[in-house]
């Protein structure tokens, strides 16, 4: 029973990564459409039906081109970098309360702050063994805002903890079935969401790839297989980062058509923010996290702490 059990399991993590790697193909498909249609263009629409099978041609193209290698880069370290990069964000999806095969991680958001953590290296290695200055200054910069806005990321999350006494993930669900604890931390919430786009490097943050000087940022010394793996984990990050958004603070995971209307709508919230905002200025970032969000996330853990001493 034992084996059957390990067996299950080992097929629904296989699942679960196909289900990830094609849902990230059709999140890029979806973001190529609307950032389209709000520059008043089509996006592409010539593969397939209305461009369906554009995201596999990318995926083709991409991998059957030629891997440059870079005679003064650190080899080893510049080629498995990526692969890291991926395998990290694959991990975090470990964390989706798996009903099916019965796997829950009782210290789940300990697991993802360990993750997303680890994640910061493989861009600063990425950065630092391309030995060229472009990637080197994308690289700390990228670190920088990344290492900033877990401290804002973990505080915030350090509410939602408090208030059910728990690192489970599932047990989200449990309390949040009468009202989202996004009604109850309105304020939080909204800081939460934006620090998640600051996490995943994505618009307004994206100083990792400021075109202006510095060229696309610490990969841009990577090519065809190395570029497509940076891509496909930054694009799963996003979805995982909208999961989790929709978990802590919009009602839990349970498997209904609704959920997964929440979780299109946060993906596409990620990409209508990339088609609105312009860039902000770099020290406006790290003054908003550390000057605004601290304080905010620090006076809220104080006063959900004494929410919870009143009610006990």
């Known amino acids: 029973m034992m084996y059957m059990d390990l067996l299950n399991i080992m097929i629904g993590m296989l699942i679960l990564i196909i289900g990830v790697l094609i849902g990230v193909a059709f999140l890029t498909l979806l973001e190529r459409k609307v950032l389209g249609y709000i520059q008043i263009r089509k996006g592409p629409n010539k593969m397939g039906y209305l461009g369906i099978l554009q995201p596999f041609c990318d995926a083709i193209k991409l991998f059957s081109k030629e891997q440059i290698y870079l005679n003064y880069s650190n080899y080893l370290v510049y080629y498995f ?23 829950m991680f009782n210290l789940g958001l300990l697991f993802f702050l360990c993750c997303t953590s680890m994640g910061v290296y493989t861009v600063m290695i990425a950065g630092w063994s391309s030995n060229s200055n472009y990637s080197l200054l994308g690289g700390l910069r990228a670190v920088a805002q990344t290492i900033s806005y877990e401290v804002s990321l973990s505080l915030i999350m350090m509410s939602s903890i408090i208030m059910i006494m728990d690192f489970n993930l599932m047990k989200f669900f ?33 100083f990792a790839e400021g075109e202006s000087e510095l060229v696309s940022g610490f990969n ?41 209307f929440k979780l299109v ?3 596409f919230f990620f990409i209508w923010v990339r088609g609105t905002l312009p860039r902000y200025r770099y020290d406006k970032l790290m003054y908003l996290c550390w000057k605004s969000y601290l304080p ?15 009610l006990n």
């Open 81 to 103: 970098s990526p692969v890291m990069s991926f395998l990290l964000s694959l991990m975090l999806w470990m964390l989706i309360p798996y009903i099916f095969n019965m796997i």
């Open 220 to 260: 841009v010394e990577y090519s065809s297989g190395g570029f497509a793996l940076i891509f496909l984990a930054e694009y799963s990050s996003i979805l995982f980062m909208s999961l989790l958004f929709i978990i802590l603070f919009m009602g839990g995971y349970y498997l209904n058509l609704m959920f997964y």
């Open 174 to 206: 449990d309390y949040q079935e009468m009202i989202w604890f996004m009604f109850l931390m309105l304020p939080l919430s909204l800081c939460f969401l934006s620090s998640l786009m600051a996490e995943t490097n994505r618009t307004p943050f994206d």
């Open 265 to 267: 709508f946060i993906s």
């Open 296 to 310: 905010v996330s620090l006076n809220y853990i104080m006063f959900y702490l004494g929410v919870k001493m009143i």
